[in-house]
C-alpha cells in the first residue's frame, strides 16, 4: 500500500509540473508579450527590446520557464503587469478572504449534505428523500448566479437583511462574525456543493447498498442501524471521500463567481482582473495556485480511497 | 405433524413489471421440512427454485413479492410479518447460504464478527459464548488454522475455504432451518466434494432441517432426503430421494436424469486403439505462455510449461483440468489470442506465426475459437443473421442470396428455426445463444473448433444437448474438436482423447479408455472419485475413501523415493525443465503419465 | 436418510401429457420502453420551449438587441410594463428582446461545443482504446494532466492570451470538455474491446475500421449518447460563468450571463430586481429542464434493496 501512496504522490508532482507547462505555455501563446503590454502599442522598437532584455523575454522558452518556476518556488511570484506591485503583495491582502469562504463552505456544507445524502439513501422513495432529490436536482443544473440572486431576492429584497454586496473590513471578527459577514456568499456556495454533494454521496451509499453481501445482512436479520452503519458506511468510505473532495475542488470555480457577484476582494477577483487586463504574469502566478489547491484535494481523495481499500490495508 | 419445520403451501410469487403488470413467477408450491430433513429444490434457472427458498426467510428479492399463498416457518406465516418482525427470526431461526461466498462475505469487516454476528445482535448469545461456537463450527468444517482464521479478512483466504466459512456463519446461530442456495455450484469438483461433505456432516451432527437449492442431480442424490423438482414455477414431481433418482415418473425429471451423465469407465474398447493418420491436423509442441512482461524469453506469469498436445482429422481431444489449470490459455496460445512465448503450433505440419495478426486469413480461418460465454460471445447489436454472414463474406466473399441460403443451412446444422436470422441476441435463451455462437465458427468451414467450456455456462440439459450437437457435426462434417471442460465426465463422453493439465503441465495423456483405467496419475484418480455419482450413498463410501485413499496415495506417491509407477513401466524422459523432480513414464504407445515429485500436493 | 421416523413417505407426481416439450426457459422479460414522467414532461416542455425561442427569438423580439425603444422615458432601469414586459436595463434596451436575442446565442455557442467535445473526445476516446496501449498512453496521460486543472482556470488562460470572441468560446469550451468526454469514451470502450465479440473480430483477422465502426461504436453510442445531456448543461453553466465574469460574450451582444452581470450592478441602487432574475431564471430553467429529463431517463436504478432492510 505504501509502494502506491508513493506512485501516487509521484503522479501527483508530475502532474503540477505537467500543469505548469500548460500554463505557462498558455500564456505564452498570445500575441504581444509583457513588454509589448506594459509599453503600449505606440512603444519604439528599442524601447521594447531593452526591456525585453531586462525582463528576460529574449530567452528561450524553457530557460524563461525553469526560471519563473524556480522563482515561484522560492515565493517571488513577479510583478503584476499593470500596477508593477509584487503579486504576494497583492495576495497577501486577499487571500484572506477567499479562504475564509472557502473554509467555512467546507465546514458548513460538507456535514449537511453528507447528513442529507446519506439520510436520503437510507430511506430511499421517502418524503424526505424525494424532497432532497428533487430540489437538488433543481439546484445541481442552476448557474451559481442564480441561486445567489433567489437568496439575495429573498434576503436582501424580501427580509430586508443585509446588502447584495459584501463589503468591510473583516479585522479581529470572531467565527460566528464572519459567518455573518459573508453569509450570502456562504450560503450561495453551500447550495451549489450541497446539491452535488447529495446526489453523488446518495448515490455511492446506494451502489455499495446494492451489494450481495447488503442482502445478506438483511438475512441475518441485522438491524437497519447496524446493517447501515456498520456494512455499508464502512464501505463506502472510498466513494464518499471522493464525491467531498470533488465538491471542494469545485469550489475553486464557485469561489470565482461568488466573489465577483458580491463584489468583495479575494484571490478570484484578482484573476479575473489580471484576464481582463490581459496580465498574463498574475494570471500565470494564480493559476498556479488554483491548480496546486485542486491537485492536492484530487490527491489526498485519491490516498484516501486507497487507504479505505480492504485488500490493500491487509494483502495476503 | 409438531416436527414440521418449515411448509410451503399454494405459495404464490411474482414480479412487477416497469407498467405496473405482474408476472408470475411461482405459481402455487407446496411442500413442507420436517426436522432433521433435507429437502432438494431441483430445476433449471427460471424455475423458480431460488425464489421458493428465500421465501423461507419471509424475503424476496427486489421487484417480487409474495402474492399468495402462505409460508410457514416453525407454524407462523412469515408472508404476513413486517419486516422488523422478521428480523429476530432471520439468522436465528432460519439462516441463509449463498451461492457466492466471495460476493456474500463483507470485504471490510473480520471474518470472524461477521459469523458471530447474528446471534449476538439478537442477544441469543454473548461473544465469548459466539467466538467458542464458531471455534466449533471451523473445527468441524474442516478449515485450517481453526483458532486464527476468523481474525482475517475475506479476501485472505480461498474460495471454498470461504463457502465453508460461510456455512459457519450462517449455523452460529443455531438456527433450525438452513437454507442453502448452490452453495458448490462455483467450486472445483474437486473442492466441491470437500465442501460437501463439511456441509452433509454438519447438518447430520446438528440435527437441522435444511432447504437445499441446485440444478445439479448428482449433488442432490448424496445430500438430500426428499426432492422437489420444479419447471416454470411449478411443482411437476416430488418424493423421497431414492423414489425420485431410481424410478422418476414425470416426464421432466426424466429428462433430469438422462442429462445427467455417468461416471466414465473404460468401455467402450474402441477408444484405445485410435486409428488416425500420422500427421495431425492441428499441435501445439513444448508451448511455454503466459502473461506479463517477458523476462529473458519468458513471461513473468508463467501459466503454460512445455505443453505439447496435438489433435488429429475429425477427432477430438479433450483437454480437463480444475480452473487456473491453463486449459484455456492452452486454447487461446493456438488459436494466437495470446502469441506463446515458446514452442511451436502447427497447422496440417505446416508451422504457424506465434501472433495471430501475423497469420494468413486462411490459416486464421481454418482454426476457430467457441467462447465459454455466448451473452459475451455476440455482439448484442448484431442480427443473429448478420453475425452469422460475416465469416462467410469476410472467408469466402459470399453475398446476396448465396450467403443467405448458407445462413439458414447454418441455422439448421445447429437445430434453430430460421427466423432466428432476423433476431437480436438478447431475444435468444441461453442454450439457443450458445448454437449461434458455434454456428458462427462452423461458417468459417473450419479444420479445427477450440471449444472453450461451452456447457458450463448452461444447464445441464441444456448443455447435454449442446454436447449432442458437438457430437453430431463431429459424425457429419468431421471437423476436428480441441474441447476444454473442468467437467470429467463431460469430456469422457465423446472425446477420442484426452490430456490432463495440472499447473499448467500435461500429467497425463493418452486416448480416453486409457486415461480412464488405471494406471491412474494421481491427480486423474482425484479428479474421477471426485465426479458425484447418481448413488445416494456415493458421499457416504467417500467419506472414508476419498480423504484416505486418493489424496494420501497422492501424498504417499511424492514423498516415496520413487513413485509406484517406477518398477512397472520404463521411465522415458526426465522433464527437461526440471530434471530433478519430473519423471515420465510412457504406459503404452499413445499414453504417457508425468510424476511431478515434490510439486504441490493438491 | 439417518432416521425414518422423519421420512415423508408422499411422492406426488403433476399431471402430464407425454408429448409436453420442456425447453429452455427464458431468464427475463424484455425491459419496457422509456415513458416520461410528469417532471420528464416538464422538463421536454421546457427545453422545447428554448429551443424553439433560441431559433424564433431574433423573430418574434419586440425591438431589436441594442434598440432603445423608450428614448423619451425619463426613468432609467424601468420596472416591466406594457410594452417592455421584462422592463429596460441599465443602458435603457428592452429586457425582453435581449433575452429573445441572447437565446439563440446561449444555446448555439453551448451546443456546437457540446457536439464540437463530442466528436473529438469520442474519436480519440474510443481510437486510444482500439489503437492499442502504446497510443492510449500517451493520449491519456496528456489528458490527465488537461484534467487535473479546474474548467474555468484554463478557460480564464485562454481568454487572457487571445481575447473573447464566440468563435473563441466555441473551441475553448469545445476543447476543455473534449478531455472529459475522452475520459468518458474510453471508459465505456474500456469494457466494449475486452468482450469476446471484439475478440472474436480481431481473431477473425477484421481490421481496425470494422472493429470501431461495427463491433465498439454500436455499442459505445448508446452511453455516450445518454451522456450528452449532462455534458450539454456544465457547457451551458461555464459559457454562461464566463460570461457573467465579463469573459465570455463580450458587449453590445446579447448573451444570458452577461445579462445578469450588467444588470447586477444596478441592484443596490435600488433598481428593478427582474432585469437579473430573468436571464438568470432562463439559464436555471433550461438546464434544470435538461437535468430533469437526464434524471428521468435514469430513474428507478438503485435503492431496491435498501427497501428491505
Not at chain 1, 424580501?158 to 471578527?173: N, P, Q
Not at chain 3, 432416521?3 to 422479460?29: I, R
Request: glycine content about 8%.
Amino acid at each position: 500500500m505504501q509502494a502506491l501512496i508513493a506512485k501516487r504522490l509521484f503522479i501527483g508532482l508530475v502532474t503540477m509540473l505537467a500543469v505548469s507547462i500548460i500554463i505557462f505555455l498558455g500564456t505564452k501563446i498570445l500575441p504581444g508579450d509583457a513588454a509589448q503590454i506594459r509599453l503600449g502599442q505606440s512603444a519604439s522598437a528599442e524601447n521594447l527590446a531593452n526591456l525585453r532584455e531586462k525582463l528576460g523575454l529574449d530567452r528561450p522558452y524553457y530557460q524563461q520557464y525553469l526560471t519563473w518556476l524556480g522563482n515561484f518556488l522560492s515565493g517571488d511570484l513577479g510583478n503584476s503587469l499593470s500596477g508593477d506591485a509584487p503579486i504576494s503583495g497583492l495576495i497577501a491582502d486577499r487571500y484572506k478572504n477567499t479562504l475564509i469562504v472557502s473554509a467555512l463552505t467546507a465546514l458548513i456544507g460538507v456535514p449537511i449534505s453528507l447528513a442529507l445524502g446519506i439520510a436520503a439513501a437510507m430511506y430511499p422513495d421517502s418524503y424526505l428523500d424525494r424532497s432532497v432529490s428533487m430540489l437538488s436536482v433543481v439546484l445541481v443544473a442552476a448557474p451559481e448566479f442564480f441561486t445567489a440572486t433567489l437568496l439575495v431576492m429573498f434576503f436582501v429584497l424580501f427580509l430586508g437583511l443585509g446588502s447584495t454586496i459584501v463589503s468591510g473590513s473583516t479585522e479581529g471578527m470572531g467565527l460566528f462574525a464572519l459567518i455573518g459577514h459573508f453569509a450570502l456568499p456562504i450560503a450561495t456556495l453551500c447550495f451549489v456543493i450541497a446539491s452535488q454533494m447529495i446526489r453523488m454521496s446518495r448515490a455511492a451509499l446506494l451502489n455499495v447498498m446494492a451489494s450481495p453481501y447488503i442482502e445478506m445482512a438483511i438475512l441475518k436479520g441485522l438491524p437497519r442501524r447496524r446493517i447501515i452503519l456498520r456494512h455499508a458506511l464502512l464501505n463506502a468510505i472510498g466513494p464518499i471521500v471522493n464525491v467531498v473532495a470533488l465538491n471542494l475542488a469545485y469550489l475553486v470555480t464557485g469561489v470565482i463567481v461568488v466573489e465577483v457577484y458580491f463584489s468583495y476582494q479575494g484571490l478570484a477577483t484578482l484573476i479575473v482582473q489580471g484576464v481582463q487586463t490581459r496580465d498574463y504574469v498574475m494570471v500565470q502566478s494564480l493559476g498556479m495556485i488554483f491548480c496546486a489547491v485542486y491537485v492536492v484535494i484530487m490527491l489526498i481523495a485519491d490516498i484516501a480511497a486507497i487507504m479505505s481499500n480492504p485488500r490493500l490495508r491487509h494483502p495476503r | 405433524m409438531t416436527d414440521v419445520v418449515y411448509e410451503a403451501e399454494g405459495l404464490r410469487i411474482s414480479a412487477t413489471r416497469k407498467d405496473g403488470s405482474e408476472l408470475p413467477i411461482v405459481k402455487g408450491v407446496d411442500f413442507r421440512v420436517r426436522r432433521g430433513q433435507v429437502v432438494a429444490l431441483i430445476g433449471e434457472s427460471g424455475s423458480g427454485k431460488t425464489t421458493i427458498s428465500l421465501s423461507a426467510l419471509g424475503y424476496c428479492k427486489p421487484g417480487l413479492t409474495i402474492s399468495g399463498g402462505q409460508a410457514r416457518l416453525l407454524g407462523q406465516d412469515v408472508t404476513q410479518m413486517s419486516t422488523e418482525a422478521l428480523r429476530p427470526l432471520r439468522g436465528e431461526k432460519v439462516a441463509y447460504l449463498a451461492q457466492s461466498a466471495a460476493a456474500t462475505f463483507n470485504p471490510s469487516l473480520r471474518i470472524n464478527e461477521q459469523v458471530t454476528e447474528a446471534p449476538v445482535v439478537h442477544g441469543t448469545k454473548t461473544q465469548a459464548q459466539a467466538d467458542q461456537r464458531a471455534l466449533e463450527l471451523y473445527r468441524a468444517l474442516d478449515l485450517p488454522n481453526p483458532e486464527n482464521i476468523g481474525s482475517r479478512y475475506p479476501h485472505q483466504v480461498s474460495g471454498g475455504q470461504l463457502q465453508r466459512l460461510m456455512a459457519a456463519m450462517a449455523l452460529c446461530g443455531d438456527p433450525d432451518l438452513l437454507v442453502l442456495d448452490e452453495p458448490t455450484t462455483a467450486l472445483d469438483v474437486t473442492t466441491q466434494i470437500e465442501v460437501l461433505k463439511a456441509f452433509k456432516k454438519v447438518i447430520k451432527d446438528e440435527g437441522t432441517a435444511a432447504i437445499y437449492v441446485t440444478h445439479d442431480l448428482a449433488v442432490v442424490a448424496q445430500i438430500a432426503d426428499y426432492i422437489v423438482v420444479l419447471y416454470n414455477g411449478k411443482i411437476q414431481e416430488k418424493g423421497p430421494v431414492d423414489v425420485i433418482v431410481n424410478n422418476p415418473q414425470h416426464p421432466y425429471t426424466k429428462k433430469l436424469m438422462a442429462a445427467v451423465r455417468p461416471k466414465p469407465t473404460a468401455v467402450e474398447g474402441d477408444r484405445t486403439e485410435t486409428v488416425r493418420d500420422e500427421s495431425p491436423r492441428v499441435a501445439a509442441e513444448h508451448v511455454t505462455a503466459g502473461y506479463g512482461k517477458q523476462v529473458g524469453g519468458l513471461p513473468l506469469v508463467k501459466v503454460l510449461s512445455d505443453v505439447s498436445v496435438d489433435v488429429g482429422h475429425g477427432k477430438t481431444l479433450g483437454i480437463i483440468g480444475e480452473s487456473g489449470s491453463g486449459k484455456s490459455t492452452l486454447a487461446r496460445t493456438i488459436a494466437g489470442l495470446l502469441p506463446a512465448s515458446s514452442g511451436e503450433v502447427s497447422l496440417n505440419g505446416n508451422l504457424l506465426p506465434p501472433d495471430l495478426r501475423k497469420r494468413s486469413k486462411n490459416d486464421l480461418r481454418q482454426i476457430q475459437f467457441v467462447y465459454q460465454m455466448a451473452d459475451t460471445a455476440l455482439n448484442p447489436r448484431q442480427r443473429i443473421g448478420d453475425i452469422l454472414s460475416r465469416p462467410l463474406q469476410f472467408y469466402m466473399g459470399l453475398s446476396g442470396r448465396e450467403r443467405r441460403a448458407k445462413v439458414q443451412d447454418l441455422l439448421e446444422m445447429v437445430k434453430l428455426p430460421p427466423e432466428f436470422a432476423t433476431r437480436l441476441p438478447h431475444e435468444l435463451s441461453g442454450g439457443q445463444k450458445q448454437r449461434v455462437n458455434l454456428a458462427r465458427a462452423l461458417a468459417a468451414d473450419p479444420e479445427v473448433i477450440l471449444c472453450d467450456e461451452v456447457t458450463s455456462a448452461l444447464d445441464s440439459v441444456v448443455g447435454a444437448d449442446v454436447i449432442a450437437l458437438l457430437q453430431d457435426l463431429r459424425d457429419n462434417i468431421g471437423v476436428s474438436n480441441v474441447f476444454i471442460s473442468h467437467d470429467l465426465s463431460t469430456v469422457a463422453s465423446f472425446a477420442d482423447e484426452i490430456a490432463v493439465l495440472y499447473a499448467g503441465r500435461v500429467v497425463e495423456k493418452g486416448p480416453t479408455d486409457c486415461v480412464l483405467q488405471p494406471p491412474f496419475h494421481p491427480y486423474t484418480k482425484l479428479l474421477i472419485d471426485s465426479i458425484p455419482e447418481m448413488d445416494t450413498s456415493w458421499l457416504d463410501q467417500k467419506k472414508q475413501a476419498h480423504s484416505t485413499s486418493t489424496k494420501d496415495l497422492a501424498k504417499a506417491w511424492y514423498n516415496a523415493e520413487s513413485c509406484p509407477l517406477c518398477s512397472r513401466y520404463p521411465v522415458v524422459a526426465p522433464d527437461p525443465a526440471n530434471k530433478e523432480d519430473s519423471i515420465v513414464h510412457q504406459i503404452s504407445d499413445k499414453h504417457f503419465i508425468e510424476c511431478l515429485r515434490s510439486r504441490r500436493v493438491f | 436418510m439417518t432416521n425414518p421416523a422423519y421420512q415423508d413417505d408422499e411422492h406426488y407426481v403433476a399431471p402430464f401429457s407425454e408429448d409436453t416439450q420442456f425447453g429452455e426457459l427464458k431468464d427475463s422479460a424484455p425491459a419496457a420502453k422509456y415513458r416520461p414522467s410528469v417532471t420528464g414532461w416538464f422538463g421536454i416542455l421546457v427545453v422545447g420551449f428554448w429551443i424553439l425561442i433560441a431559433v424564433l427569438g431574433p423573430f418574434v423580439a419586440p425591438y431589436g438587441e441594442n434598440d432603445l425603444p423608450f428614448p423619451d422615458a425619463y426613468s432609467e432601469f424601468q420596472v416591466p410594463q406594457p410594452g417592455a414586459w421584462l422592463g429596460t436595463d441599465v443602458e435603457d434596451r428592452d429586457v425582453l428582446s435581449r433575452l429573445l436575442f441572447g437565446a439563440g446565442r446561449t444555446l448555439g455557442i453551448s451546443i456546437t461545443a457540446t457536439v464540437m467535445a463530442y466528436f473529438l473526445g469520442v474519436v480519440l476516446g474510443i481510437g486510444a482504446v482500439v489503437a492499442g496501449p502504446r497510443v492510449d498512453l500517451i493520449l491519456s496521460r496528456i489528458n490527465d494532466a488537461f484534467l487535473s486543472l479546474p474548467t474555468i482556470m484554463l478557460g480564464l488562460v485562454v481568454v487572457a492570451a487571445v481575447g473573447s470572441s464566440i468563435p473563441v468560446l466555441i473551441l475553448t469550451a469545445g476543447f476543455i470538455y473534449t478531455t472529459i468526454v475522452f475520459r468518458l469514451a474510453r471508459s465505456i470502450g474500456m469494457e466494449i474491446v475486452v468482450m469476446d465479440y471484439v475478440e472474436a473480430a480481431r481473431a477473425r483477422g477484421e481490421g481496425l475500421w470494422w472493429i470501431v465502426t461495427r463491433e465498439v461504436w454500436p455499442n459505445a453510442a448508446l452511453p455516450l449518447v445518454s451522456d450528452f445531456g449532462l455534458r450539454l448543461i456544465v457547457v451551458i453553466l461555464f459559457i454562461s460563468s464566463l460570461s457573467f465574469l465579463g469573459l465570455g460574450v463580450q458587449p453590445p451582444q446579447a448573451d444570458w450571463g452577461s445579462m445578469v452581470r450588467e444588470n447586477l450592478g444596478a441592484l443596490q441602487y435600488g433598481a428593478s430586481v427582474v432585469p437579473v432574475v430573468a436571464p438568470a431564471l432562463a439559464i436555471a430553467s433550461l438546464t434544470v429542464g435538461i437535468n430533469l429529463i437526464v434524471d428521468d431517463v435514469s430513474a428507478g436504478a438503485g435503492g431496491k434493496l435498501a427497501k428491505r432492510m
